[in-house]
T-cell receptor, first 114, second 114 residues
Framework: DAGVIQSPRHEVTEMGQEVTLRCKPISGHNSLFWYRQTMMRGLELLIYFNNNVPIDDSGMPEDRFSAKMPNASFSTLKIQPSEPRDSAVYFC????????????FGPGTRLTVL | AQSVTQLGSHVSVSEGALVLLRCNYSSSVPPYLFWYVQYPNQGLQLLLKYTSAATLVKGINGFEAEFKKSETSFHLTKPSAHMSDAAEYFCAVMGVRGNTPLVFGKGTRLSVIA
């Protein structure tokens, strides 16, 4: 199994530009999570989906952030417009539905907004 | 709501010495508890998890953790540190209601000195 796949691995953009981060969860996993990691705030949950349905997006910082999961094998996190304070590493994770199942993380996308 | 507190943002040990990384949890119900490790420029990888079976849990790479309800703790230990153990370690909690995201601590950076 290829694990959770994220693209791109690195993204450098200028303030005001639209950024789209992509995630392919592990096949058969039906829960997907987006996290953001920064030195100041650590790992923050942004949003999560169960069976492609957004369950809790209370961690999304503001309206500039949006996430979709059109099918079981693909999700996007979009920032429009981007700002320098959005610079962080964004992780996608997936899990089989169930409390004791392991949550598997992707390698992350390092976003730099100039 | 569940939460975890990791005591010490940075721990430094000598190679061959005992590793002890502290984690205390706060939960209104018996929790599920996890330790993850993050190597530089990588995603998080599960070390071990407690899911209400044995209170002493053994994980990968020689790590283990003991669930102590009376102390609300889940400290991570390894008898003898190796240079390859240098990484960031995260404690996480999830309520037994199930299928909810992990809530992570701030992380502890472990340095191993030769």
């Amino acid at each position: 199994d290829a694990g959770v796949i994220q693209s791109p691995r690195h993204e450098v953009t200028e303030m005001g530009q639209e950024v789209t981060l992509r995630c392919k969860p592990i096949s058969g996993h039906n829960s997907l999570f987006w996290y953001r990691q920064t030195m100041m705030r650590g790992l923050e949950l942004l949003i999560y989906f169960n069976n492609n349905v957004p369950i809790d997006d209370s961690g999304m910082p503001e309206d500039r952030f949006s996430a979709k999961m059109p099918n079981a094998s693909f999700s996007t996190l979009k920032i429009q417009p981007s700002e320098p304070r959005d610079s962080a590493v964004y992780f996608c994770a997936s899990r089989v539905r169930g409390a004791t199942d392991t949550q598997y993380f992707g390698p992350g996308t390092r976003l730099t907004v100039l | 709501a569940q939460s975890v507190t990791q005591l010490g943002s940075h721990v430094s040990v000598s190679e061959g010495a005992l590793v002890l990384l502290r984690c205390n949890y706060s939960s209104s119900v018996p929790p599920y508890l996890f330790w993850y490790v993050q190597y530089p420029n990588q995603g998080l990888q599960l070390l071990l998890k407690y899911t209400s079976a044995a209170t002493l849990v053994k994980g990968i790479n020689g790590f283990e953790a003991e669930f102590k309800k009376s102390e609300t703790s889940f400290h991570l230990t390894k008898p003898s540190a190796h240079m390859s153990d240098a990484a960031e370690y995260f404690c996480a909690v999830m309520g037994v209601r199930g299928n909810t995201p992990l809530v992570f601590g701030k992380g502890t950076r472990l340095s191993v000195i030769a």
